[in-house]
């Protein structure tokens, strides 16, 4: 017959539970302060969805603004199994906007995009960087935001090919 360390057991267990309640209390999002209100706009201020439509204006992939790495990403927007292009392009005033170029499916050697739109965001901030994440049924597009105050912020837009919904707002330290 087997002993069995019951002290053991319990600390297990005790060590178990305060890891779930700590990956539990990791995920959630930070609470914005109302110091910090006045420079990060609230939910409601953001349109939460922005469609994704084809124009019929097409470019060249040479034609395309040049921006550094960190504010290009190629992925897969449109559910078309082609590598479309988002990047961040700031107007005059120097306001981030994020923009959308759909490739084409012209078979020639030349890539060519449809631009689609973007996606505009209100606040007093600068995009400073852009990544993606695919998964099967859906892309993610994280921007990640500067703020006038120093604060950063990534937010996160879900497309399933025909617009992008925003499902996740968080500070980062």
């Known amino acids: 017959m087997k002993k069995t360390n019951v002290k053991g057991c ?3 267990m005790a060590l178990s539970a305060a890891l779930i309640l700590c990956a539990m209390g990791c995920s959630k999002k930070a609470p914005v302060d109302s110091a910090d209100a006045s420079s990060t706009p ?4 953001v349109p939460e969805t922005f469609p994704i439509t084809s124009t019929n204006v097409v470019v060249q992939e040479i034609e395309i603004p040049k921006v550094s790495m960190q504010k290009r990403v190629e992925a897969d ?20 906007t994020v923009s959308i170029y759909l490739r084409t499916q012209d078979g020639s050697l030349k890539r060519s995009y449809y631009k689609a739109g973007g996606i505009r965001m209100t606040g007093e901030f ?6 993606s994440m695919a998964k099967r049924e859906y892309t993610d597009l994280v921007v990640m935001q500067l703020f006038s105050d120093g604060k950063k912020e ?4 879900r497309t399933h090919g025909t617009e992008f919904t925003e499902v996740e707002r968080t500070v980062v330290k």
């Open 10 to 12: 319990v600390a297990l």
């Open 154 to 157: 990534r937010v996160f837009f």
């Open 42 to 45: 609230s939910a409601d201020a």
């Open 77 to 96: 927007f449109n559910q078309d199994k082609l590598q479309d292009i988002a990047l961040v392009e700031e107007d005059a005033s120097g306001k981030s």
């Open 126 to 131: 600068k995009i400073t960087a852009l990544m």
